[in-house]
């Protein structure tokens, strides 16, 4: 139900833009994000956003060089990725999950702490020195 695709390799300073396909059901209601694993380490989040778009949250470590948006028309998710760094080389995965009952701002926030339904295959990026 989620397709990523868009990685490889790139040098640093490079940019990428990662793409997440959604089918099988309306994720209007849902919070769509980008979580990336690189290599010894856990799976953490990159950025989040409503599906209307209207919030967005992002990692510290990739704010102001990653961006999310989502074209509802293509039921798909974007992650643009500039000011590439080597540590940014990772297994990229988007995600979804809806949390009725709660505000847009706390399911984002639960969404940033891993609590996702859906996760689509991972995507490599791999940014060289």
């Known amino acids: 139900q989620l397709q990523a695709s868009g990685g490889g390799l790139v040098q640093a300073g490079g940019s990428l833009r990662l793409s997440c396909a959604a089918s099988?059901?309306?994720?209007?209601?849902?919070?769509m994000g980008w979580f990336r694993q690189a290599p010894g380490k856990e799976r953490e989040f990159v950025a989040i956003?409503?599906?209307?778009?209207?919030?967005?949250l992002y990692a510290d470590s990739v704010k102001g060089r990653f961006t999310i948006s989502i074209d509802s028309a293509k039921n798909t998710v974007y992650l643009q990725m500039n000011s590439l760094k080597p540590e940014d080389t990772a297994v990229y995965y988007c995600?979804?999950?809806?949390?009725?009952?709660?505000?847009?701002?706390?399911?984002?926030?639960?969404?940033?702490?891993?609590?996702?339904?859906?996760w689509g295959q991972g995507t490599l990026v791999t940014v060289s020195s």
């Open positions: 995600g979804a999950a809806s949390f009725p009952g709660f505000t847009g701002d706390q399911a984002l926030g639960l969404m940033s702490r891993g609590h996702v339904v859906y």
């Open positions: 956003m409503s599906w209307s778009g209207s919030r967005t």
């Open positions: 099988g059901r309306t994720f209007s209601s849902y919070g």
